[in-house]
Structure formats: C-alpha cells, structure tokens
C-alpha cells in the first residue's frame, strides 16, 4: 500500500515530534463547541426525557418550547444521542435506573410508559 510523498512526510514529522502516540492521536477535525447547546438546555431535555419517556424528538421539542427552552427536534434528538436516550427503550432503562438510584415516585405518564414496554415486551 502506498502513501504520497505529502503523507509520508507528514507522518515522518509527527513521529519525529512525538512518537508513535503522537500518529494514534492525529485527529483532523477539532472539537466545536460552539454547536453544542447550553449546559442549562441540556439538562432540561434530559429531564424532559425522562419525564416523559413515550415522547419522541419532535414533541419533546415543541414541549419545551411551551416551557421556554428553545431547540429544535434534531438538537434533541442529538443531545439523545450523547446521553444514550436516543430510543424509547434507552429511555426507559435510564428512567428504571434513576428511580432504584434515588426511589423517586413516578409519574403517571411513566407508569404508563413502563406497562407499555411490559407489554411490547410480551409480543415478542
């Protein structure tokens, strides 16, 4: 397999600068933050996913809006997606695992939630 001159170069530079944990590391693209949401929004749509699991990106969305936190369905659906909420089922699992943490009482939206998955559950 054959690299050009320009990458071969390149490799030869960092290896010489750093090693070889200076190759592994070479990330082209640099992290922006600037398109990530506020700490304060994302918290809100964590709650809010797990306050009302069965609710998809969309509703979720338009829910806050009412409660004056603006994002978009897609920037739910992305702040899910590092959280590991991005299913019903991720949702869920990660609301079981809150109230065995901390024994909070449901609500009845989640009661309804649980038995649904009971119940899907069942199907399969």
């Known amino acids: 397999m054959g690299v050009s001159r320009d990458t071969f170069y390149r490799y030869r530079d960092a290896h010489e600068q750093g090693g070889v ?3 592994l590391d070479s990330n082209r693209r640099k992290p922006n933050p600037k398109n ?4 304060a929004v994302e ?5 809010y996913a797990l306050e009302q699991p069965a609710h998809g990106q969309l509703r979720a969305s338009n829910e806050l809006r009412q409660r004056g936190i603006f994002v978009s369905g897609s920037g739910v659906r992305s702040i ?3 959280h ?3 299913s019903f089922k991720q ?3 990660q609301l079981e695992a809150q109230v065995a943490q901390t024994g909070a009482v449901l609500t009845e939206a989640q009661v309804a939630a649980l038995e ?3 119940w899907q559950g069942r199907d399969a």
């Not at 990530?36 to 700490?39: D, I, K, L, P």
């Not at 918290?43 to 709650?47: F, G, K, L």
Request: charged share 35%; hydrophobic share 60%; proline share 0%.
């Open 21 to 23: 944990q200076a190759l």
């Open 36 to 39: 990530r949401v506020e700490e």
């Open 43 to 47: 918290a809100a749509v964590i709650a």
């Open 80 to 82: 899910w997606l590092r």
């Open 84 to 86: 590991n909420l991005a």
């Open 91 to 93: 949702r869920l699992a």
């Open 116 to 118: 649904r998955k009971k």
